[in-house]
T-cell receptor
Framework: DVKVTQSSRYLVKRTGEKVFLECVQDMDHENMFWYRQDPGLGLRLIYFSYDVKMKEKGDIPEGYSVSREKKERFSLILESASTNQTSMYLC??????????FGSGTQLSVL | GENVEQHPSTLSVQEGDSAVIKCTYSDSASNYFPWYKQELGKRPQLIIDIRSNVGEKKDQRIAVTLNKTAKHFSLHITETQPEDSAVYFCAASNTEDDMRFGAGTRLTVKP
């Protein structure tokens, strides 16, 4: 089975802090995605990557950046965390733009 | 870009009844339509998917229908059971693009 691992299940940070969310997949998938999940808004795409060192903005990239230095790892960076970035963050990977495999999620609280 | 709308946002049914969740999409180039089930505190998992060259697909108690002309697709669950209670997300993508999700439907099956 594909395994997508997110480094933290729960994270509490302060406003203005730099935050790194890490995601690792073990199936050699080319594609990796970061979504945030908020009640009533579903899963909204922040950034995605189709290859190493390649990144594309999703629907809500403001306040975020990403890094993909290695194929198996896709990091989401909050340069200066704000309270409106409190959310559940889900990483996913796939071989194509089909059948996403999700990580367990990171519940981030920004105080 | 693609925009996916999902209805209803909440759905409550009696055990044994059927449940129907509907989604519409905006991009006529979309050709892949998966459905994900997310149980409380867990990651979304793919339950069924359909491609644009197929009008209907069934897997035991779950079926999905697609109307490409009207740009809508639906999830049908028959003989619902309490373990079907979860949040269900529809999504749409094409092979050139990433995946966009609906806002989700919280299904409650009452015993």
């Amino acid at each position: 089975d594909v395994k997508v691992t997110q480094s933290s299940r729960y994270l509490v940070k302060r406003t203005g802090e730099k935050v790194f969310l890490e995601c690792v997949q073990d199936m050699d998938h080319e594609n990796m995605f970061w979504y945030r999940q908020d009640p009533g808004l579903g899963l909204r795409l922040i950034y995605f990557s189709y290859d190493v060192k390649m990144k594309e903005k999703g629907d809500i990239p403001e306040g975020y950046s990403v890094s993909r230095e290695k194929k198996e790892r896709f990091s989401l960076i909050l340069e200066s965390a704000s309270t409106n970035q409190t959310s559940m963050y889900l990483c996913a990977s796939s071989l194509s733009s089909e059948k996403l495999f999700f990580g367990s999620g990171t519940q981030l609280s920004v105080l | 870009g693609e925009n996916v709308e999902q209805h209803p946002s909440t759905l409550s049914v009696q055990e044994g009844d059927s449940a129907v969740i509907k989604c519409t999409y905006s991009d006529s180039a979309s050709n892949y339509f998966p459905w994900y089930k997310q149980e409380l505190g867990k990651r979304p998992q793919l339950i069924i998917d359909i491609r644009s060259n197929v009008g209907e697909k069934k897997d035991q108690r779950i079926a999905v229908t697609l109307n490409k002309t009207a740009k809508h697709f639906s999830l049908h669950i028959t003989e619902t059971q309490p373990e079907d209670s979860a949040v269900y997300f529809c999504a749409a993508s094409n092979t050139e693009d990433d995946m966009r999700f609906g806002a989700g439907t919280r299904l409650t099956v009452k015993p």
